[in-house]
């Protein structure tokens, strides 16, 4: 048994966990970002505390995974703008707190490390996991292992796709982030389509699946294009065998992952054409992935992972933010 929390902007959800990868008991709460890092921190310690009470046999480990920039080796939390800290020694921190072994991983990569040993990815030694979401980040696996770059790995949301186009968060002008990602989607047709009130990206989805809304089909078409341009980049790099994709927009099933696999089809050369397919483990990804870093820890990594069906499929927020 080992304890697994996956600390979001706005919720942190901890779980127990068995060595078949089964879900045998859950907290969840808001994460108290108004209150500072050190509140979040010790919101993490309390989740885990609960957790460790709850269990009915003792866990061995525990697994930590959060957003922003992260150093796996060394277990520092190294940037958070949305959870405000830098160069935090989060698994010393919560290891004193718990006295248990503490892995600490990236949301996004520990997503891609569930779906690689439990979920779409099973099989595959070349994987890009693309969660689109409030913002994108992604996770790559080449040559059956995860690409880490001392934490700066993955993110595919600050690839130009649009010169010229909006300044993204970064402070770059054009960045994937700002055309394709979930909140975009929304933003960017309720801007020309004048609306005086907020739409979301399923409100998109459901105004192309009607088919009466030109506005709308074109927003869609020009996430699809980016899209496809972010992927035909990483392919020419990489060349992973699969793209997974998961987070909010994927919810929208073969009305996005149809076009993407004939827009990436359209750009194809004398590359092979990696797989599209949707995520399978939904928002419980984060702490599967968790849950498998601290098995692997303790080097009580399951050989024939179990994965749950999952039960709350919600956009993650990925990224450096």
């Not at 940037?79 to 072994?101: C, E, I």
Request: hydrophobic letters at 45%.
């Amino acid at each position: 048994m080992v304890a697994a929390v996956d600390v979001g902007g706005t919720s942190i959800k901890g779980a127990l966990v068995d060595g078949t990868s089964c879900i045998v008991g859950e907290r969840r709460r808001s994460t108290p970002r108004d209150g500072g890092p050190e509140a979040v921190v010790s919101a993490i310690a309390e989740v885990l505390a609960e957790l460790i009470a709850s269990a009915a046999t003792p866990p061995i480990a525990v697994g930590v995974v959060v957003p922003g920039i992260v150093e796996e080796a060394t277990g520092i939390a190294r940037y958070s703008a949305n959870l405000g800290w830098r160069d935090l020694p989060l698994a010393a921190r919560l290891a004193a707190a718990t006295g248990l072994p503490v892995a600490l991983g990236h949301d996004v990569r520990a997503g891609a490390l569930a779906e690689l040993r439990s979920g779409a990815g099973r099989g595959a030694t070349g994987m890009l996991f693309l969660p689109l979401g409030f913002g994108i980040a992604g996770a790559i696996v080449a040559d059956g292992r995860m690409v880490t770059a001392n934490g700066y790995a993955g993110e595919i949301g600050h690839l130009l796709v649009e010169p010229g186009g909006e300044r993204c968060g970064c402070g770059q002008v054009g960045c994937l982030e700002t055309v394709a990602s979930a909140a975009s989607v929304g933003r960017r047709y309720a801007a020309r389509a004048g609306r005086a009130t907020p739409a979301t990206a399923r409100d998109v989805a459901d105004l192309v699946r009607a088919g009466t809304d030109p506005i709308a089909q074109a927003t869609w078409d020009e996430a699809v294009a980016a899209l496809a341009h972010a992927i035909t980049t990483v392919n020419a790099i990489l060349a992973p065998e699969l793209v997974v994709v998961g987070g909010g927009l994927s919810l929208a099933g073969e009305l996005l992952l149809g076009p993407l696999r004939d827009a990436v089809a359209a750009r194809r050369t004398f590359l092979p054409l990696p797989r599209i397919v949707p995520a399978e483990l939904g928002d419980q990804a984060g702490t599967l992935g968790a849950a498998m870093l601290a098995l692997d820890l303790v080097g009580s990594a399951p050989t024939s992972p179990n994965a749950p069906t999952p039960t709350h499929p919600t956009p993650p927020t990925t990224g450096a933010h």
